[in-house]
């Protein structure tokens, strides 16, 4: 996995697989999910990061982000199928 920031945006991006990105889905306001082909996630893409680093602590997360990030820091495989909950999570908000 590897990750790439863009100041002049303020986003983050982590990038799960490399090739061409055929599809991509706003997850939330801050979460944009990039697919490739065969609809598997390629990379994840979070807007106002610098601003989401500075509220941790002040509000709790959604499990489900827990979650995601104890995946990333094990590089799990299972990460499509979590997506799908988060997705589901985030439509219900």
Do not use: C
Request: proline share 4%; no cysteine.
């Amino acid at each position: 996995m590897q990750t790439k920031y863009f100041p002049e945006n303020d986003a983050l991006t982590l990038i799960l697989r490399k090739g061409p990105l055929v599809d991509s889905e706003d997850v939330s306001d801050r979460v944009i999910v990039h697919y490739a082909k065969g609809h598997q996630l390629a990379e994840i893409e979070i807007l106002d990061f610098t601003q989401l680093l500075s509220s941790l602590g002040k509000e709790p997360l959604p499990k489900s982000w827990k979650k995601a990030i104890g995946m990333f820091a094990h590089k799990k495989k299972s990460l499509d199928a979590h997506m799908k909950k988060v997705r589901a999570e985030w439509s219900r908000s």
